[in-house]
């Protein structure tokens, strides 16, 4: 029962605040070998257990797990083409993905892959295979996702063991709700599509059906999208801004601050996207792939090769609608679907 709505739907008053800590740093991760682009999308409590997915020569993309210093697994969902591995869970066990990830989003295949077992199978609702994504997958290895009706409206929706039960009612109308993150407080993370101007609005779903949407703090913001969530009130996600460029943030949802991640050798995308309980984000950009580390002195990961980050912080108050007018999402070439 929804025991109350908090819209944010634009903020207003920015205010910037200089580091009072270490800056963040983006450390480079191993690309796959003899791939022509690499993609990570998730990473273990470990620190050093990832997922991601690489495109070979040919073209098809496959799955991938592993260890940062490159001791990496390949693997393919059997039952559809192309294989895009989304989350890993804390301790790298479980992996969320699609197959047919050319297709429109009600062809896509979603699939969970038990390591333990080697068991990779398509995710059911009602014992029938759906189509959507599943992604972020919680501790205890409950998923978050979306998938399609017969009508063509996609749902969010969250669960666990290779099925959906529950679907998230944000209780806005939309014909494409998508959850992409929870954690064990019961908290999904995703976005809504606003279907008038057809651009997405970021949001936080509780365990009680408390809803509360936010936009990325920016006069040139377009769309927001939450990727990653811990138990930690940090959260991640993605915004575009009205040039058709991908930006990313790291959010705190006790404070209502951002923190921008825009990797400074990218030219068109900078996308991030799980998170693990220290706060670790899986980012890639189209300059490559990356684990963002929240203080370069505080960062478990060898750092010798990091790019250091200016720590932009940006705060907004509620109450205030944005002005500008929406421009269309259309995604830059090589970044993955939202």
């Known amino acids: 029962m929804r025991t109350s709505f908090k819209v944010l739907m634009g903020l207003s008053s920015l205010l910037l605040t200089g580091a009072a800590v270490a800056d963040p740093v983006l450390v480079p991760v191993t690309p796959f070998p003899n791939a022509s682009t690499t993609s990570v999308f998730g990473i273990a409590d470990d620190n050093n257990t990832i997922a991601g997915s690489y495109v070979d020569q040919d073209g098809i993309s496959h799955g991938f797990y592993g260890t940062l210093d490159g001791n990496y697994t390949s693997f393919d969902y059997p039952d559809g083409p192309d294989t895009q591995a989304r989350a890993i869970d804390g301790g790298g066990m479980i992996i969320t993905g699609f197959s047919n990830i050319a297709g429109a989003h009600c062809e896509l295949v979603p699939w969970e892959y038990g390591l333990e077992k080697g068991k990779i199978k398509r995710v059911s609702r009602d014992g029938v295979g759906i189509n959507g994504i599943v992604q972020g997958i919680n501790k205890v290895g409950a998923f978050a996702g979306d998938y399609c009706d017969g009508e063509g409206v996609v749902h969010g929706s969250t669960d666990k063991n290779y099925r959906v039960k529950r679907d998230v009612d944000t209780g806005i109308s939309s014909s494409y709700t998508g959850e992409r993150a929870f954690n064990g407080f019961g908290t999904s993370a995703g976005f809504y599509v606003n279907d008038n101007t057809g651009l997405q609005i970021g949001t936080l779903v509780d365990k009680d059906g408390n809803v509360t ?39 705190n949802t006790k404070t209502g601050n951002f923190t921008e991640i825009d990797d400074p050798f990218a030219a068109s995308f900078t996308q991030a996207w799980g998170m693990n309980s220290s706060g ?24 010798a090769h990091a790019i250091r980050l200016n720590a932009r912080v940006v705060h907004g108050e509620p109450g205030a609608t944005r002005n500008h007018a929406p421009s269309k999402h259309v995604l830059p070439k090589g970044a993955a679907r939202q």
């Open 280 to 303: 670790l984000i899986a980012v890639t950009s189209d300059a490559g792939p990356y684990i963002y580390c929240p203080k370069e002195n505080s960062c478990p990961l060898n750092t």
């Open 213 to 251: 949407t936010i936009t990325y703090p920016d006069a040139n913001e377009s769309y927001t999208v939450f990727e990653g969530l811990n138990d930690h009130n940090r959260s991640d996600g993605q915004w575009g801004d009205t040039s058709g460029i991908v930006h990313s943030f790291e959010y």
